[in-house]
């Protein structure tokens, strides 16, 4: 008899289980697709920022002070119907999403959070074949490297 006094009981803890499940109120780290722990590098997380309109590319999100960043990619298909992707991302604690540079940074090194919006368009230059002379391309080999050093050795058992 005891068990059949216990079975309507079970019965109603499995049913109202998920019910009872405890919610955060903050919940947007996984709103933005962030890691769960990102509330411990930044405890407010605003959800304002938006892709729409933005060409491809990486932006800074000033709304949060730059510790977040978003990769914004517009897609229009065969149909012609346009649609923008964001992924979002923290830089590490005490680091900062430098702008110019594209790459969390300490904040001490980087450009003005506020400025950010201004090197906006340095995203422009995604995918174009321009190199700039100044620029040294380190992947190179250099000429004076002897060619022992850049032979191929046939694996050997």
């Given at each position: 008899?005891?068990?059949l006094s216990?079975?309507?009981?079970?019965?109603?803890?499995?049913q109202?289980?998920p019910?009872?499940?405890?919610?955060?109120?903050?919940?947007p780290?996984?709103?933005?697709?962030?890691?769960s722990?990102?509330?411990?590098i930044?405890?407010?997380?605003?959800?304002s920022?938006?892709?729409?309109?933005?060409?491809?590319?990486?932006y800074a999100?000033?709304?949060?002070d730059?510790?977040?960043?978003?990769?914004?990619?517009?897609?229009?298909?065969?149909?012609?119907?346009?649609?923008?992707f964001?992924?979002?991302?923290?830089?590490p604690?005490d680091?900062v999403?430098n702008?110019?540079?594209?790459?969390?940074?300490?904040?001490?090194?980087a450009?003005?959070?506020?400025?950010?919006?201004?090197?906006?368009g340095?995203?422009?230059?995604?995918?174009?074949?321009e190199?700039?002379?100044?620029i040294?391309?380190?992947?190179s080999?250099?000429?004076?490297?002897?060619?022992?050093?850049?032979r191929?050795?046939?694996?050997?058992?």
């Open positions: 008899m005891k068990f216990v079975v309507p009981i079970v019965f109603c803890v499995v109202c289980a019910k009872l499940r405890i919610v955060p109120s903050q919940t780290p996984q709103l933005l697709t962030l890691p722990n990102a509330t411990t930044r405890l407010d997380i605003s959800d920022f938006s892709c729409e309109g933005r060409s491809y590319g990486y999100d000033v709304d949060n730059c510790q977040l960043f978003h990769v914004c990619l517009p897609i229009t298909y065969s149909d012609g119907r346009n649609q923008t964001r992924w979002s991302f923290i830089c604690e680091t999403f702008q110019e540079i594209f790459t969390c940074t300490r904040s001490d090194e450009i003005d959070c506020a400025d950010s919006p201004r090197y906006y340095l995203n422009t230059n995604f995918g174009s074949e190199v700039d002379a100044d040294d391309d380190s992947t080999v250099p000429a004076e490297v002897p060619q022992v050093l850049t191929r050795i046939p694996y050997k058992n």
